[in-house]
C-alpha cells in the first residue's frame, strides 16, 4: 500500500520532468550558442604565488565547540611565521562563538558576517580578505598536524597550481576512510562519479580531480578568478568540485599532498544541522547542476540528459537510490537554470580546453604525458609491462613469451611489471621475476563478470575492465615516468591512451576475431553459435578501433600481420612480426640421443579451447589410425587442466594423462615424435618452438605451424587430414634418419630467428624509434 501510495504521489512531477528536462536541455544549448556568437574566453593568469606563508581560513557557523576542540592545532601549526596568518569567518552565529574567539584567541582574525553565507559564501568572503597568496580553507572540525603547512606550501612551486589537497583522517579510527583528499572523478555513462582514493603506494605530491572545500590550499588570485565557490550549489556540496574542473579546464594543476595530515570529524558541522534525507537531496540536485555548468561537449550533454530522464524513471519505480537522480531533484534543479545557465557562460569563457581533457589530466599518466619532462633520447628507457596473466612460472605459451621479454628487458631497461592474476598465492611465485624489476604491483581479478550477450564490448574485454586495475597503471606512469606501455593481448587494448609523448605499443598473441572466427563452425548448438557469432562481430568492432590508436602493433607471425592489413592497411608502418614470439634458446638443450620408440607427445593448457578441441580431433581420429598400424604406439598427455580419461578413447595401452609438469625438459627428450593438432586459434605456438629447440621430430597441423612453415618436411611435418596425420607420425617413427635432418634444419630456425635475446634488442630499437618520432610531433603541434 506504501509503495502505492508514493507512485500516485510521485506520479505529476514523474510526468513533468521530461518536459522540465527539454526545456533545460535547449536553454543550455541556446547559450552555447549565443556563447560562439558573442562569448569571448579570457587568458588564465599564471602567476606564481609567494609560498613563504599562508593564510588559513576556516568558515563557522554556531560551531564554538568545534573551533575550542580543533582550532588550537591549527595555531600551534602556523606558529613560529608572523607572516602566516589564522581567520576565522563567523556565518552569524548565535552560541557566543565570535566572543569566544576575541577572548581566547585574540591572534586569530574574525570576520563576523551578519548572516549565515553558507559554506561557498563565508569562504570566499574569507579568500577576499586573506593577506597572503595561499589560502588554506580548512573547515571547523578539522584537526591538523604540526607539520601540515610547509608540504602543502612547497607544492607551489610553478604558476599553473591551482590548488594542494591535505591527506584526511577521520577523528574515528575505527571509521571507513571513506575520505582521504586524493579525489578522483570519472564520465559514468551520462553521469559524474566521485569518490576518494585510498592507495598507500601513494606518499608524496600526486594530482587529483579536486581539492576538498574544507581541507586544502589555494592560489588565492586563481580562486578568485574562477570566482570563487559558485552560490549554485549553495547551501553546501560540490563546490569544490566544480571548482576542481574548472581548473583543470583552465589549464591549471590539482595537487594531493599525502606529507600533509589532517583529521576530520566527518559531517561534524552540516551532519549536526541537517537531516541525511535533506542532505541527499541537495548532493542529487547539485550534480545535476555541475554538468549542467561544466559539460560544454554536446556529445556528452545529450547523453546526460538522455541518462537523467532514465534515472528519474527508475528512481520513481524502484525507490531512491544514492547513485540516481530523482524527479525531486530535477525540479529543484530546473527552478535554478537561470542561475545554471549564467554559470556556464562563465565557465566557457574560461575554459581553455576541452571536458574530456579535464577528466584525463588528472589522472597519473595523463599529467606525465602532458605536463613531464620528455626528452627525444632517453638515457634510459622506463617500460611499463602489463600484462592480463600471470608470468611466471611460464605454464603457458603467452606465458613463455612474456616472461622471455620480461627477462631480457630488465636488464637494458627500467622494467615495471603490472600483473593481473587469478589467486593471492601466485603474487609470491613472482619473487623471481620482480626482484629483477624496477618496480612490480599485482592484482588478484575478482570473480569474473557474468556473460552479457547484448553488451557491445566482448566479453573478454569487460572481464578485464577494472578501475583499480587502471588506477594502478596510472599510478605506475606517473611515479616512474614512463616512457613506454607495453600492453599485453587484445583484451587489454583497453588501457591504451591517447598519449602526445608515451608510446603505447600491443602485443596480440593472437588475432581476437580471426581466432573466435576460425572456431565458429566448431560451437556446437545453434544457440553457442549465436553466442561465438555475436563474439565475433563484437571483438571485430573493438579490435578494429583499438589497434589505430596503438604506436606499435605487434603479432606473432606475417600471416598474422597480412591478416590485420587487409582490415587496417594504414597500420603498415606500425605493425611488425619479428619482435616478440621468440623463446630463450639458451635455456633449452638439443638432445640428440635415444627416445622412446613409438611415443607420441601432446603438450598444452587445457583452459584453452584450441587445445581441447585439438586433442579431442586426435584421440578420436588420428589416435586409431596410428594404433591400426603401430598397435605399440602410446599418446602421452602433459598439461594443467587436463580432460577426464572418461573422455577419451578407452584403451588404456595407448594413453597416458600426466598433467602438468613442472620440468619440461625431460618430456621433450624422452618422446619419439611431437604432435600438434590445432584447428583453431591464431598466432605462434610456443610448443613448436620448444620442441624445434629440443630436437623432438613434430607433426603439426597447416594452422598449428602457423607463421613458423607451410613447407611440409622442411622444419616439421604438416597435415590436416586425418589419415595423412597418422601417415606423417609413422613416417617418423620408420624413418630416423630424416628425422634427425628435419630437427637439425628446425633447430637452426629457432636459434637464428626465434631468440628472444635478439629478438629484445630490435624491440627496444622499434621502442626508441617510435618514441622520437611521437615526441618530435608533440613539440611542434598545440596542446589539446
Request: a positive charge; glycine letters at 8%.
Amino acid at each position: 500500500m506504501r509503495t502505492v501510495v508514493r507512485l500516485l504521489k510521485g506520479l505529476p512531477l514523474l510526468l513533468l520532468s521530461p518536459i522540465l528536462l527539454v526545456a533545460s536541455l535547449l536553454w543550455l544549448l541556446l547559450a552555447d550558442v549565443f556563447f560562439l556568437l558573442f562569448g569571448r574566453r579570457r587568458k588564465p593568469g599564471d602567476t606564481l604565488p609567494r609560498n613563504t606563508a599562508a593564510t588559513v581560513v576556516i568558515p563557522n557557523w554556531n560551531g564554538r565547540d568545534l573551533l575550542e576542540k580543533y582550532l588550537p592545532s591549527v595555531v600551534t601549526a602556523l606558529a613560529g611565521n608572523p607572516g602566516n596568518e589564522i581567520l576565522v569567518v563567523d556565518n552569524g552565529s548565535t552560541d557566543g562563538s565570535v566572543a569566544y574567539l576575541r577572548e581566547h584567541f585574540p591572534t586569530v582574525t574574525v570576520l563576523a558576517q551578519p548572516t549565515n553565507l553558507g559554506f561557498g559564501g563565508g569562504s570566499n568572503a574569507g579568500f577576499r580578505a586573506a593577506r597572503n597568496d595561499i589560502v588554506v580553507l580548512l573547515n571547523s572540525d578539522m584537526r591538523v598536524a604540526p607539520d601540515f603547512l610547509q608540504p602543502l606550501l612547497e607544492g607551489f612551486n610553478d604558476g599553473k597550481v591551482f590548488a594542494v589537497s591535505c591527506q584526511i583522517f577521520f577523528t574515528d579510527p575505527a571509521k571507513a576512510r571513506q575520505e582521504t583528499g586524493l579525489t578522483q572523478a570519472w564520465w559514468n555513462n551520462g553521469r559524474i562519479g566521485v569518490r576518494h582514493r585510498l592507495d598507500d603506494a601513494v606518499s608524496d605530491i600526486y594530482p587529483c580531480f579536486y581539492a576538498g572545500g574544507g581541507s586544502s590550499a589555494y592560489d588565492r588570485r586563481k580562486f578568485l578568478e574562477l570566482g570563487g565557490f559558485d552560490p549554485l550549489f549553495h547551501p553546501f556540496y560540490l563546490e569544490d568540485t566544480d571548482l576542481g574542473i574548472q581548473a583543470w579546464k583552465r589549464g591549471w594543476k590539482v595537487y594531493y599532498q599525502p606529507r600533509s595530515v589532517v583529521w576530520h570529524e566527518h559531517r561534524g558541522t552540516i551532519g549536526r544541522t541537517h537531516k541525511p534525507d535533506y542532505i541527499n537531496t541537495i548532493v542529487q540536485k547539485n550534480f545535476l547542476l555541475f554538468l549542467w555548468k561544466n559539460i560544454h561537449e554536446s556529445r556528452r550533454l545529450l547523453h546526460h540528459f538522455a541518462r537523467t530522464c532514465a534515472d528519474a524513471f527508475l528512481t520513481y519505480m524502484a525507490g531512491p537510490s544514492p547513485e540516481r537522480t530523482s524527479c525531486p531533484a530535477i525540479w529543484r534543479a530546473f527552478r535554478q537554470l537561470p542561475g545554471a545557465v549564467s554559470s556556464r557562460w562563465r565557465a566557457r569563457s574560461l575554459a581553455v580546453t576541452t571536458d574530456t581533457e579535464a577528466f584525463r589530466r588528472p589522472l597519473g599518466a595523463y599529467f606525465h604525458d602532458r605536463f613531464g619532462t620528455h626528452p627525444l633520447n632517453p638515457k634510459q628507457l622506463s617500460v611499463l609491462f602489463l600484462s592480463p596473466y600471470a608470468i611466471y612460472p611460464p605454464i603457458h605459451g603467452g606465458g613463455v613469451f612474456m616472461y622471455g621479454t620480461t627477462n631480457a628487458l630488465a636488464s637494458r631497461c627500467l622494467l615495471h611489471l603490472i600483473a593481473v592474476l587469478d589467486e593471492e598465492w601466485q603474487i609470491p611465485q613472482h619473487d623471481p621475476l620482480a626482484s629483477r624489476c624496477a618496480s612490480a604491483n599485482f592484482l588478484v581479478r575478482p570473480d569474473a563478470k557474468a556473460f552479457t550477450f547484448g553488451a557491445i564490448q566482448p566479453h573478454a574485454v569487460t572481464e578485464f575492465a577494472n578501475a583499480d586495475l587502471e588506477w594502478m597503471i596510472h599510478r605506475t606512469v606517473y611515479l616512474n615516468k614512463v616512457d613506454v606501455l607495453q600492453i599485453e593481448y587484445t583484451n587489454m587494448g583497453q588501457y591504451a591512451g591517447q598519449f602526445r609523448n608515451i608510446v603505447t605499443a600491443l602485443f596480440e598473441h593472437d588475432v581476437y576475431f580471426q581466432s573466435i572466427g576460425r572456431g565458429l563452425a566448431k560451437s556446437g548448438s545453434a544457440s553457442r553459435k549465436a553466442s561465438a557469432a555475436f563474439e565475433y562481430l563484437r571483438a571485430l568492432r573493438y579490435e578494429l578501433r583499438t589497434l589505430p590508436g596503438m604506436d606499435l602493433v605487434q603479432v606473432c607471425s606475417k600471416e598474422n600481420k597480412d591478416y590485420l592489413l587487409s582490415f587496417l592497411p594504414a597500420l603498415k608502418d606500425r605493425i611488425d612480426d619479428t619482435l616478440r614470439a621468440g623463446i630463450d634458446t639458451s635455456q633449452y638443450t638439443m638432445h640428440t640421443g635415444e627416445r622412446e620408440p613409438s611415443t607420441m607427445l601432446f603438450l598444452g593448457s587445457f583452459r584453452h579451447i584450441p587445445n581441447q578441441e585439438a586433442l579431442d580431433w586426435f584421440a578420436k581420429l588420428v589416435l586409431p589410425r596410428v594404433v591400426e598400424r603401430c598397435p605399440q604406439a602410446k599418446l602421452v598427455i602433459i598439461g594443467s587442466d587436463p580432460p577426464p580419461r572418461h573422455s577419451l578413447p578407452v584403451n588404456d595401452n595407448n594413453i597416458e594423462i600426466r598433467g602438468f609438469v613442472e620440468n619440461l625438459h625431460e618430456p621433450f627428450a624422452r618422446y619419439a615424435v611431437f604432435v600438434c593438432p590445432i584447428l583453431s586459434g591464431s598466432g605462434v605456438r610456443v610448443k613448436l618452438l620448444e620442441a624445434f629447440c629440443t630436437g623432438i621430430p613434430v607433426v603439426s597441423t597447416f594452422l598449428g605451424a602457423e607463421g613458423l612453415t607451410a613447407v611440409d618436411g622442411e622444419i616439421c611435418r604438416l597435415a590436416d587430414d586425418p589419415g595423412e596425420f597418422a601417415s606423417r607420425i609413422l613416417e617418423l617413427f620408420d624413418r630416423p634418419g630424416e628425422a634427425r635432418e628435419m630437427v637439425r634444419r628446425a633447430h637452426s630456425y629457432v636459434i637464428m630467428e626465434r631468440d628472444i635475446t635478439r629478438m629484445t634488442e630490435k624491440l627496444l630499437d622499434s621502442y626508441r624509434s617510435a618514441l622520437r618520432r611521437k615526441r618530435e610531433a608533440a613539440s611542434t603541434s598545440p596542446e589539446p
